[in-house]
């Protein structure tokens, strides 16, 4: 039996009840056994206003955002997600998002469960193949994949449940309303059961047929809203989960990729191909346009390889680039302030400040497996966006799309980095040019030198006040430019009609729909300039809120100190939303704010509002010499964020246990980029080669106390949660910082203008050596 789902019931023709928030249509499907899918309207809903002195009107990120247009765009194909149930009793779906450690998995099989009356353990979710057909509702990002599927999921099991419950019915001779449901098993008030394995076949269907189903009121929930475990978490742990790299396909050897000294540097020539060609298990050597292939037995022999080949490299696209030049070029593309203090009862704070460029990659190395063969080609990757994956990869080879298979597999780890199909392209052409299968993976120095990276940026802001009120914030963020050819454009251009932001290109766009005040501060603009597209660049667990963010939450520092106010009650007097000033509230009595604390540490607070969602952080930071002058072998330590209160309203919190868990991920990425983690640009390379000397938040440096406050259901409906923390986190132990050391920081990461710490690896060979003095690094 299989279930979809449809637009609300006030589209039929025929008439109908009376119907509520909760009524859909759904689908089932011809199919052998029950199938369902679910088919649903849209609507956007207006953010409340709160009163304030000085009222700044809301920007076009709170009347409709980024999450909003890709939910709308997810709109037409959603009753193209389907819910099988299983002669055995189980519910197979296939999400068409994917599956990074963000627990999406386990939050989709609870929806599912919610609305089937079947026990979590008895649903299996697996990742889809690339569906063209789905247009815009295969795209994982800017944490939307709960919200757009949270009501199709619902009404497709809801469609199964209403089926079963009907063909059990006819079974029993008593109403179906009669009939109850619990844990996969209807009950007639006769006493007499069945099994949903047991009515699977029965209830399925030879042709469509359009059912009428109502959703559980949430009053009702038992699963939805209630802390649960990780349905992969044992499979985690005991090492069965399959990553590309575990895909086992005949033939698929090592691959690697010997990549360019500078930046998108393309090859001359391959002085020495037939002597590396001759090395043990080397099997191929060729030319692609990344650079030079070369395929072994082991991984460890394609090292070896890629190290001796001797290649003659033509420009990259950032040759002699570094820091200095990139922040110049920042610096004259920024766009004018234009309010100036010209009253003398008007004062103002004007502060500028430089974001490094930061790495984008994950813990699991950039990879993919490829079989292309002359009419046909198959590939298995970890993909946020496997739609445009399959289309970009036919058409550099020329097939049409049908004949590109492309399979989702999990990801480790993704902030944005999987959003691009770097290394699913790669391995297609590397396949192509070698007429085998590859198992290709960069080394995670290709990652950090040739890989995505967050865009350096400046942030100009300006604020001016006056008696007890802030007049007007004026913030101009100027980027490198970030790429959003991954499919993101796509919708922005079908969906352009609709969005509050007139003609703008697409950073721009994108811009205006994530970045807003939480707070009242007069006539409000925060504007995008970007340049230089020679960098490859993507988001890092969110597009521009971390540095957007950090930045007012430091102004408004300044502006609380200047106005002679405290920090939290400033920031509470200004906020516009309730629930902004509830989560700020919650973190300011958990933590104790205001208490006395020695010199050189101080607390911290900052909020954030995004994606329908609001959190507030509260930091506590050491930068005493005993602390920053620690010791630990080949690693940076410096300042030490010792407390973290994090609270945080997504309106409705599927599962708090892992919206807790997204929170203590984010929380440390905050950390990183405010303090240590960033990328040193010399001479059009960076020089950072790992993740041992891009120095992220390690255990020495994690807060001992960490606490996350889930607040209560203030809505029906999921928000945001996946980047939430980040740049709440980095706000507030940048704010933490400033007060610590009496100087408010406007350089990130702090220690970037420090000595580097290590020394670079060199950029000929690309690569360094397998080590083979891992005990000796382990402390």
Avoid at 620 to 633: F, L, N, S
Avoid at 716 to 728: F, H, I, N, R, S
Avoid at 747 to 766: A, K, Q, R, S
Wanted: with cysteine; net charge neutral.
């Amino acid at each position: 039996m299989a279930a979809a789902q449809g637009r609300p019931e006030r589209e039929k023709a025929a008439p109908a009840p009376e119907l509520g928030r909760r009524r859909f249509l759904g689908y089932v499907l011809a199919a052998s056994t029950l199938t369902v899918a679910a088919e649903l309207g849209e609507a956007v809903v207006a953010p409340a206003r709160a009163e304030a002195a000085v009222p700044s009107l809301p920007g076009p990120s709170e009347i409709y955002d980024l999450n909003d247009m890709l939910t709308d765009a997810a709109l037409p194909t959603s009753h193209l997600i389907t819910i099988e149930l299983g002669a055995d009793g189980t519910a197979s779906f296939a999400l068409p998002r994917a599956e990074v450690g963000q627990g999406v998995t386990t939050s989709s099989a609870m929806l599912v469960a919610e609305e089937l009356d079947l026990p979590l353990e008895k649903v299996r979710v697996s990742l889809a193949d690339a569906r063209p057909e789905l247009l815009f509702n295969q795209m994982t990002g800017a944490s939307n994949t709960t919200i757009a599927t949270f009501t199709p999921i619902r009404v497709a099991a809801a469609t199964a449940r209403a089926r079963l419950l009907a063909v059990a019915a006819a079974e029993f001779g008593e109403p179906a309303a009669t009939l109850t449901t619990r844990a996969g098993v209807i009950t007639s008030p006769k006493g007499r059961t069945a099994t949903y394995g047991e009515l699977a076949a029965r209830a399925a269907s030879r042709t469509v047929l359009r059912l009428s189903v109502t959703l559980k009121n949430p009053e009702r929930f038992g699963v939805i809203g209630t802390p649960r475990n990780r349905v992969d978490a044992l499979a985690a742990v005991t090492g069965r989960k399959q990553f590309a790299m575990d895909v086992s396909v005949p033939d698929a050897l090592p691959t690697m990729v010997c990549r360019a000294p500078t930046i998108n540097g393309t090859v001359r020539s391959v002085e020495n191909r037939d002597a590396v060609l001759a090395m043990p298990g080397i099997t191929h050597v060729v030319t692609v346009p990344t650079g030079v292939a070369v395929r072994g037995r082991t991984f460890g022999q394609c090292i070896d390889a890629v190290r001796a080949l001797r290649v003659s490299w033509g420009p990259g696209t950032e040759d002699g680039a570094s820091d200095a030049t990139v922040l110049k070029e920042l610096r004259a593309a920024e766009l004018p302030l234009v309010i100036p203090a010209l009253d003398p009862l008007v004062k103002s704070v004007d502060a500028r400040f430089t974001f490094h460029f930061a790495s984008s990659s994950a813990l699991e190395p950039n990879c993919a497996v490829a079989d292309v063969r002359s009419d046909r080609a198959e590939i298995w990757a970890s993909l946020k966006t496997p739609i445009t994956a399959q289309e970009t990869i036919a058409l550099k080879l020329g097939l049409p799309v049908s004949a590109v298979t492309v399979h989702v597999t999990e990801g480790g780890g993704s902030f944005g980095r999987k959003l691009f199909h770097d290394a699913a392209l790669e391995a297609a052409l590397v396949s192509r040019a070698m007429g085998r299968p590859v198992k290709l993976m960069w080394h995670r120095t290709d990652d950090f030198r040739q890989g995505r990276t967050h865009p350096m940026s400046t942030s100009r802001v300006r604020a001016t006040y006056s008696l007890g009120q802030v007049l007007s914030y004026e913030q101009r963020h100027t980027s490198v430019a970030t790429d959003f050819g991954h499919g993101l454009g796509e919708i922005i251009t079908s969906m352009a009609a609709k969005l509050p932001v007139g003609d703008l290109a697409f950073s721009e766009t994108i811009f205006e729909l994530t970045q807003q005040s939480p707070y009242h501060f007069g006539v409000t603009t925060q504007l995008l300039a970007e340049v230089d597209k020679g960098f490859n660049t993507g988001s890092m667990r969110n597009i521009y809120s971390p540095n957007v963010r950090c930045a007012q939450e430091l102004v408004v520092d300044q502006l609380a100190a200047r106005m002679g106010k405290d920090a939290y009650r400033f920031r509470r007097e200004f906020l516009k939303e309730d629930r902004a000033r509830a989560v700020l509230d919650k973190v300011a009595q958990a933590g104790e704010w205001g208490r006395s604390m020695p010199a050189g540490t101080a607390q911290g607070i900052a909020l954030h509002p995004e994606y329908h969602g609001f959190v507030a952080v509260l930091a506590e930071i050491d930068c005493r010499p005993a602390t920053t002058g620690r010791r630990v072998p080949d690693a940076y330590t410096g300042p030490r964020v010792t407390r973290v209160v994090c609270a945080v309203d997504v309106g409705l919190a599927v599962n708090p246990r892992g919206l807790e868990a997204q929170m203590m991920g984010g929380i440390m990425d905050g950390i990183a980029v405010t303090l240590s983690s960033g990328l040193h640009l010399k001479d059009g390379h960076f020089l950072e080669g790992s993740w041992d000397n891009y120095f992220y938040t390690r255990q020495w440096n994690t807060p001992p106390e960490l606490e996350i406050i889930v607040m209560p259901p203030t809505g029906d409906k999921p928000g945001g949660a996946g980047e939430l923390a980040v740049a709440g986190a980095m706000a507030a132990v940048a704010c933490a910082y400033g007060r610590a050391t009496g100087t408010m920081p406007t350089t990130f990461p702090i220690n970037h203008d420090e000595p580097l710490g290590f020394e670079p690896l060199p950029t000929v060979p690309p690569i360094p050596a397998s080590p083979t003095d891992g005990l000796s690094r382990a402390y």
